[in-house]
T-cell receptor, first 112, second 111 residues
Framework: EPEVTQTPSHQVTQMGQEVILRCVPISNHLYFYWYRQILGQKVEFLVSFYNNEISEKSEIFDDQFSVERPDGSNFTLKIRSTKLEDSAMYFC??????????FGPGTRLLVL | GESVGLHLPTLSVQEGDNSIINCAYSNSASDYFIWYKQESGKGPQFIIDIRSNMDKRQGQRVTVLLNKTVKHLSLQIAATQPGDSAVYFCAESLSASKIIFGSGTRLSIRP
């Protein structure tokens, strides 16, 4: 069964450093998303991406964040200068066509 | 505004009994509702969904009920098993775009 994959599974970084989180969505899906989950809290929407551009973003997704689909398979989330409060699980999700979103296993980001 | 809430943060049930997890939503414009299961250290796993033109949908051992009059959603799990232990999130979406998650109910199973 096809699934969303994410790398790395864990990332530890120093405050102020740049991180890139990678996702490989399900191959025939068209809509891509990033969410995050701070420990013990609910999952929060960050950004949606369709047709090579951002379709919607939350107030969390400020200028420090960017997304890219550099080739036909990868979907990346970049945080330019990480802050302590960026520590969270980051989930990628993909969707075929206005249907169910399927989530990846997540990347646990720890900013020290 | 957009908000999805859950009535109880924890639920404990006897193995083999049925579980019912409740959820209230506030955005009457939402037209798509989903239940996700999240096990420790993993991503949300799709369980079942329902669109606003339906009031009930059944899957394998799970049933989702939607009451639009009182903006209430429930998940019923039949014959609960140890593997059902997880946090369950209800979520809503407007026209199948971004998903707004509720705060989660932790389901634990007593042997």
């Amino acid at each position: 069964e096809p699934e969303v994959t994410q790398t790395p599974s864990h990332q530890v970084t120093q405050m102020g450093q740049e991180v890139i989180l990678r996702c490989v969505p399900i191959s025939n899906h068209l809509y891509f998303y990033w969410y995050r989950q701070i420990l013990g809290q609910k999952v929060e929407f960050l950004v949606s991406f369709y047709n090579n551009e951002i379709s919607e973003k939350s107030e969390i997704f400020d200028d420090q964040f960017s997304v890219e689909r550099p080739d036909g398979s990868n979907f990346t989330l970049k945080i330019r200068s990480t802050k302590l409060e960026d520590s969270a699980m980051y989930f990628c999700a993909s969707e075929q066509e206005k249907e169910t979103q399927y989530f990846g296993p997540g990347t646990r980001l720890l900013v020290l | 505004g957009e908000s999805v809430g859950l009535h109880l943060p924890t639920l404990s049930v006897q193995e083999g009994d049925n579980s019912i997890i409740n959820c209230a939503y506030s955005n009457s414009a939402s037209d798509y509702f989903i239940w996700y299961k999240q096990e420790s250290g993993k991503g949300p796993q799709f369980i079942i969904d329902i669109r606003s033109n339906m009031d009930k949908r059944q899957g394998q051992r799970v049933t989702v009920l939607l009451n639009k009059t009182v903006k209430h959603l429930s998940l019923q799990i039949a014959a609960t098993q140890p593997g059902d232990s997880a946090v369950y999130f209800c979520a809503e979406s407007l026209s199948a775009s971004k998903i707004i998650f509720g705060s989660g109910t932790r389901l634990s199973i007593r042997p």
